[in-house]
C-alpha cells in the first residue's frame, strides 16, 4: 500500500515538493490541500498532486507524513484544526522559519504518538534571482542540490527523523541537521534580515523629500536590493516571522547596524582608504559565497555522502515499525 503524504499549503515549496515525487507515485500517495481550492486544482493539473482534498481534518485523517507548506502565521492555527483528526505514528513536519516556536506548538497542541520533524528548505542555486514566487514558481528540481535543514524536539524517534532525511534525499537535496535553536539563528541572518533591509531602504527612500525625481532614476541595484520585501505575500508573514524569532532577529540587526554605523563613520572621518578596503571585502566574501553555492559543494565538508534510499526502502522501514508496534 502506498505512503500518503499530505501537503498543505500549495504555494511554491508546497507544488514543488510534490512535483519531485511525481515519479514516485507507485509508493507515494500525494493528497494535497490549499484554503483556496483554485491553487489546489492549479497543482492537481501540473502533476504535482494524486487528490486534492477541500476539507482540512479529512486531508490529514489517514496521511503517513503531513507537510505544513505554509507562511507561519497560518501554522498553529493548522495545527488547532488537524490535531484529532492525525492518526497515531503521523509524522508532521512544516517548512517555516521558527522552529523552536512551532516545536513549542507542536508539543502544546498534538496528542501524543504525533511527532513533529521541522524542515528549512534551501534552494537549487539556479533559481537563486528568480523573482516569481507561489505555485507559479514552483519546479521538480527546486531542491536538488540544495540543502534541507532537519530539526526535532527531544523524544522524536530516531526513525521518524531517518524519514526526514531519506525525503530530503528523494528531493534531491542534502540533509543539514541542526538544534531548532541554531536554525532560527541561521534562518534569521539569512531570510528575515534581507527582508527587513529591504522594508527599511523602501520607508528611508519613498515618500521621502527627494522621492518624486528618485523614483524615476532607480534602477537595478535598487529594484534588487528592495525585492526581497514582496517575498511573504502578506506583510503579516513577514511580521510573525519576525517576531517570533526576535531575539535572533535583533541581535542579526544589531550586527547590521554596527556595521551600516562603520561605513558612515568612515564617511564622516573622510577615511576613502578604509572604506574601500570594506567594500573589497565585502566583494571578496560574496564571490566566494556565490561560487559555493552554485557549486553545492559545501555539503561534503560537514555531510557524509549517503546513497539516497528507494521509496520502497525509506517509506517500508518506518511504516513497518509503525505496524510492528501495533501487532
Given at each position: 500500500m ?14 514543488s515538493?510534490?512535483l519531485?515525487?511525481?515519479d ?15 491553487i ?14 477541500i476539507?482540512l481534518?479529512s486531508a490529514?485523517e489517514?496521511?503517513?507524513l503531513?507537510?505544513l507548506?505554509?507562511p507561519?502565521d497560518q501554522?498553529?492555527?493548522?495545527l ?10 503521523a ?17 502544546e497542541?498534538?496528542?501524543?504518538g504525533?511527532?513533529?520533524v521541522?524542515?528549512s ?6 533559481y ?9 514558481a514552483?519546479h ?9 535543514g532537519i530539526?526535532s ?26 538544534d ?12 528575515i ?15 521621502q ?13 535598487y529594484a534588487?536590493?528592495t ?6 505575500t502578506?506583510?503579516?508573514?513577514l ?9 535572533n ?7 547590521l ?14 577615511d ?10 565585502a566583494?571578496e566574501?560574496?564571490k ?29 522501514r ?5 505496524r510492528?508496534?501495533?501487532?
Amino acid at each position: 500500500m502506498a505512503v500518503q503524504l499530505t501537503i498543505v499549503g500549495l504555494g511554491q515549496i508546497g507544488t514543488s515538493v510534490g512535483l519531485a515525487l511525481a515519479d514516485k507515485i507507485e509508493v507515494i500517495h500525494r493528497l494535497g490541500h490549499d484554503r483556496d481550492v483554485r491553487i489546489a486544482k492549479r497543482a492537481e493539473k501540473l502533476g504535482a498532486l494524486d487528490k486534492v482534498s477541500i476539507n482540512l481534518p479529512s486531508a490529514v485523517e489517514k496521511a503517513d507524513l503531513v507537510l505544513l507548506a505554509l507562511p507561519v502565521d497560518q501554522i498553529r492555527e493548522t495545527l488547532e484544526v488537524v490535531r484529532d483528526d492525525l492518526k497515531e505514528g503521523a509524522v508532521v513536519m512544516d517548512t517555516g522559519p521558527a522552529k523552536q516556536t512551532v516545536a513549542t506548538w507542536v508539543g502544546e497542541l498534538l496528542p501524543s504518538g504525533r511527532f513533529y520533524v521541522g524542515l528549512s528548505p534551501v534552494l537549487n542555486p539556479v533559481y537563486l534571482h528568480d523573482i516569481d514566487f507561489g505555485a507559479e514558481a514552483a519546479h521538480p528540481d527546486l531542491f536538488r542540490d540544495g540543502l534541507m535543514g532537519i530539526v526535532s524536539p527531544p523524544g522524536v524517534p530516531s526513525e521518524a527523523i531517518k524519514l526526514a532525511a531519506d525525503l530530503t534525499r528523494l528531493l534531491g537535496a542534502t540533509p543539514l541537521f541542526a538544534d531548532p535553536l541554531e536554525m532560527d539563528g541561521l534562518v534569521a541572518a539569512t531570510h528575515i534580515l534581507p527582508q527587513l533591509i529591504a522594508a527599511g531602504l523602501l520607508n528611508a527612500t519613498v515618500g521621502q523629500p527627494g522621492w518624486q525625481e528618485g523614483r524615476k532614476v532607480a534602477g537595478r541595484s535598487y529594484a534588487e536590493v528592495t525585492a526581497p520585501v514582496m517575498y511573504p505575500t502578506e506583510p503579516k508573514t513577514l511580521t510573525t516571522a519576525a517576531m517570533l524569532n526576535r531575539e535572533n532577529v535583533m541581535r542579526v540587526l544589531d550586527s547590521l547596524v554596527a556595521s551600516m554605523n562603520a561605513i558612515r563613520n568612515d564617511l564622516s572621518t573622510e577615511d576613502g582608504e578604509t572604506l574601500e578596503e570594506r567594500l573589497n571585502r565585502a566583494r571578496e566574501g560574496r564571490k566566494t559565497w556565490l561560487q559555493g553555492r552554485m557549486a553545492a559543494d559545501w555539503a561534503a565538508e560537514a555531510i557524509s555522502t549517503v546513497e539516497a534510499p528507494t521509496a520502497s526502502e525509506m517509506f517500508g522501514r518506518f511504516i513497518g515499525r509503525g505496524r510492528k508496534k501495533e501487532d
